[in-house]
């Protein structure tokens, strides 16, 4: 199947596409409640041959376009939530409402996942198989793909011939300030992190600051957990199977003269490995607990579990590499040496079936990359000129998925 003409193609689209980013950048909704952006997405899709299922537990919307040749399925992800934060971009189509903001560039997902289907829709006559398009809610946080999946996303129907299309691929696009705009990065294996909160209470006994022997005061015990965790995240995770953990806020005491009664510590872990991940866990209970009962006081722990390790399928990681430099040449691709460690809700999809999470570079080639704003920042500019390039690989994975170049 020819996809020499999809960058054209997008590019004939990029108006329309970039309309509907704007109008959803605009008006950014939060969580697993979207109503606007559900039009918006669904005002876009009108027309196309599609199979349309609207989520109740969510603004989900899966669509299914199904080719005229039996063949199996293939998923392309796009996630649509915006932020909880202020908007100081200045562009004339900045967010309208109060304290929400498109800052991670769900908008444009959203807006080239509709550009990617009419391309493809386009070529339903030739195509062996299907393609889902899971418009997700919920990425930054809700666990939107999670309540997608418990409701039964990848339970697909047959073809309506009745034959059999099981899905095969997974596939989805973030977009970042951290790459040239157009540009495509990925890797195999771990590409982004486990996220999980903690919250550790330390119990003692409160009194007078005057008479510490009398209390058991359980800010000096909390230091010492705080001091431990960094120790035993050094001297017992594997460098090259890393984790972060952070503590980012103490709260005890009132004021200068009274030992409280307890001291609370929060904070995140990150791993890009379920191991790692299960061996921190295991090593904060065994220092908090440890070095409480060392100093004779209580400490509780309690793990809040986020999202897990992201995982691309090796040869999935390859093949959608390899897709990217057929559509866009070598100079724009780049393998990645490492993970990095913000988390993400694909996750979800990659742990039941083999795919790859890639980026796409927002940043306008004329800018210094590192004085680009990053992602989640209040001034975060993303060139629309990247979703023609967005499109087009969107588009090819599937293509490539369903036709590989061998097979043809
Ligand atoms: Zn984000
Ligand atoms: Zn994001």
Same mark, same amino acid.
């Given at each position: 199947?020819?996809?020499?003409?999809?960058?054209?193609?997008?590019?004939?689209?990029?108006?329309?596409?970039?309309?509907?980013?704007?109008?959803?950048?605009?008006? !950014?909704e939060l969580g697993n409640d979207l109503p606007i952006t559900?039009?918006?997405?669904?005002?876009?899709?009108?027309? @196309?041959? @599609?199979?349309?299922? @609207?989520?109740?537990?969510?603004s989900?919307?899966?669509?299914?376009?199904?080719?005229?040749?039996?063949?199996?399925?293939?998923?392309?992800? %796009?996630?649509?939530?915006?932020?909880?934060?202020p908007e100081d971009t200045g562009l004339e189509f900045a967010s309208r409402i109060d304290n929400a903001m498109h800052a991670c560039g769900h908008d444009t997902h959203t807006a080239m996942l509709t550009g990617a289907a009419k391309l493809l829709?386009?070529?339903?006559?030739?195509? !062996?198989?299907?393609?889902? #398009?899971? #418009?997700?809610?919920?990425?930054?946080?809700?666990?939107?793909?999670?309540?997608?999946?418990?409701?039964?996303?990848?339970?697909? !129907?047959?073809?309506?011939?009745?034959?059999?299309?099981?899905?095969?691929g997974a596939y989805a696009l973030h977009i970042t300030s951290n790459l040239p705009s157009g540009w495509i990065a990925s890797k195999g294996g771990p590409i982004m992190a486990s996220s999980d909160r903690m919250r550790i209470t330390v119990t003692g006994r409160g009194g007078h600051a005057s008479q510490p022997h009398a209390a058991l005061d359980p800010i000096p015990i909390a230091c010492e957990i705080v001091q431990s965790m960094q120790t035993m995240i050094t001297r017992s995770i594997d460098v090259f199977d890393p984790a972060v953990v952070t503590v980012g806020r103490i709260t005890a005491g009132t004021t200068s003269n009274v030992i409280p009664e307890t001291a609370i510590i929060e904070g995140t872990i990150r791993a890009v490995s379920e191991r790692t991940r299960a061996k921190v866990y295991a090593g904060i209970r065994r220092v908090v607990e440890g070095i409480a009962a060392a100093h004779d006081a209580a400490a509780e722990v309690? #793990?809040?579990d986020g999202y897990p390790v992201t995982v691309n399928n090796p040869g999935s990681a390859d093949f959608s590499l390899g897709v990217a430099r057929e559509v866009l040449g070598d100079g724009a691709v780049v393998r990645m040496p490492? !993970?990095?460690?913000?988390?993400?809700?694909?996750?979800?999809? @990659?742990?039941?079936?083999p795919g790859s999470m890639m980026f796409l570079g927002g940043t306008p080639l004329d800018r210094d990359l590192s004085k680009a704003a990053p992602n989640h920042s209040n001034r975060v500019y993303i060139d629309?000129? %990247?979703?023609?390039?967005?499109?087009?690989?969107?588009?090819a994975m599937a293509l490539r998925h369903l036709a590989p170049v061998n097979e043809a």
């Open positions: 199947m020819d996809i020499s003409t999809l960058q054209d193609e997008a590019r004939d689209l990029l108006d329309e596409t970039v309309a509907l980013r704007r109008t959803l950048h605009s008006w !950014p559900r039009e918006n997405v669904l005002e876009s899709l009108d027309g @196309l041959p @599609l199979g349309l299922t @609207l989520h109740e537990t969510t989900g919307i899966a669509a299914m376009l199904e080719g005229d040749l039996p063949g199996p399925t293939v998923l392309l992800r %796009a996630d649509m939530d915006a932020l909880p934060m829709a386009a070529r339903k006559a030739d195509l !062996p198989g299907r393609v889902l #398009f899971m #418009f997700q809610p919920g990425e930054e946080g809700f666990g939107g793909a999670r309540y997608m999946l418990d409701e039964g996303l990848l339970n697909l !129907p047959a073809r309506s011939d009745g034959s059999e299309s099981p899905l095969t309690v #793990f809040d490492n !993970p990095v460690m913000g988390a993400e809700d694909f996750s979800y999809v @990659l742990n039941r079936v629309e000129q %990247a979703m023609v390039q967005g499109m087009s690989v969107y588009a």
